[in-house]
């Protein structure tokens, strides 16, 4: 996520949800185009907190989109995916 520029607290907060890795994202209901990840300000139980309070969508390179997904694919091979 280093190369993708996301501060510490919008880090912290994301959930699984938020990411979304398709060209074409219209199947997971987001009229965004290419991969990227949405940051919003919530309460998480962490206590991490987005600095602005409007939300916004950050852009995914393709490395960051690679990495990603052996990430996935590693956890579930490792059975410690959670759904």
Do not use: I
Not at 71 to 80: C, K, N, S
């Amino acid at each position: 996520m280093a190369r993708v520029g996301p501060r510490r607290g919008e880090l912290a907060g994301l959930r699984r949800s938020d990411v979304h890795l398709l060209v074409d994202n219209a199947s997971l209901g987001c009229s965004v185009e290419g991969a990227h990840v949405h940051v919003h300000r919530r309460a998480n139980s962490n206590s991490a907190w987005a600095k602005s309070r409007r939300s916004r969508v950050v852009p995914l390179d393709f490395v960051s989109v690679q990495t990603l997904d052996q990430y996935v694919a590693e956890r579930h091979q490792t059975g410690r995916w959670e759904q």
